[in-house]
């Protein structure tokens, strides 16, 4: 029971390091669907489950094009999420600022919305794909489940922020240091999972 919450834990985690931009286009969609029509709401949704499909279908592929690596050295992969945390950590520290995510281009259907879902999931792919090959099946099927219980949720919440000015700028202001600090312990659990420090050490 323990280690299906932890991986429930660490899977909502790396959600939302990796789509707190997202949450912010996400806003975005929705003041323009309320403004304009477009894209409509519907599409935002379809839009948002489609690009996470397949970047955790990409993810996935990516893990599997790994099985042939020891799972000790893909815990390398571990350093990038780790060292963008503790950059973005030492950024905020010495006074610097983690900018925000240009605002998107205006999305007019479906296919735009997926567009821009996918092209902002950069990050995803790089930090699911080594989550994806350190789990086991049952985990990540866990995962999985949880990223499109996690889709929902940002999905509401973009509905719901537009309409809250306040939680909006609380989102932009906590992504400052949420995101390094659970990009900071992400990477440390892969790299833990991974058991490359025992191989090393």
């Not at 919450?5 to 996400?26: E, H, Y």
């Not at 949704?45 to 993810?59: C, K």
């Not at 905020?92 to 925000?100: F, K, N, T």
Request: aromatic share 6%; charged share 10%.
């Amino acid at each position: 029971m323990h280690g299906i919450v932890a991986t429930i834990v660490t899977a909502v985690a790396m959600f939302a390091a990796t789509d707190m931009d997202d949450a912010v286009v996400l806003v975005v969609l929705n003041v323009a669907s309320r403004a304009s029509g477009a894209p409509k709401r519907w599409e935002i949704w379809a839009g948002q489950f489609v690009g996470i499909g397949l970047l955790v279908l990409v993810s996935l592929l990516g893990a599997l094009g790994l099985s042939t690596v020891p799972v000790k050295w893909v815990g390398l992969l571990g350093l990038i999420p780790l060292l963008r945390g503790i950059f973005g950590l030492a950024k905020l520290i010495r006074g610097g600022r983690v900018d925000h995510p240009d605002p998107p281009p205006l999305a007019r259907g479906l296919a735009s919305v997926i567009a821009i879902t996918v092209a902002n999931g950069g990050d995803n792919i790089a930090l699911w794909t080594a989550a994806f090959r350190v789990m086991g099946t049952a985990d990540a099927v866990v995962t999985v489940v949880v990223f499109a219980i996690c889709t929902a949720v940002w999905c509401l919440l973009g509905q719901v922020a537009i309409t809250h000015p306040r939680l909006v700028e609380a989102l932009r202001q906590s992504s400052r240091w949420l995101v390094p600090v659970v990009m900071t312990i992400l990477g440390v659990y892969i790299i833990g999972r991974s058991g490359l420090l025992a191989a090393v050490l």
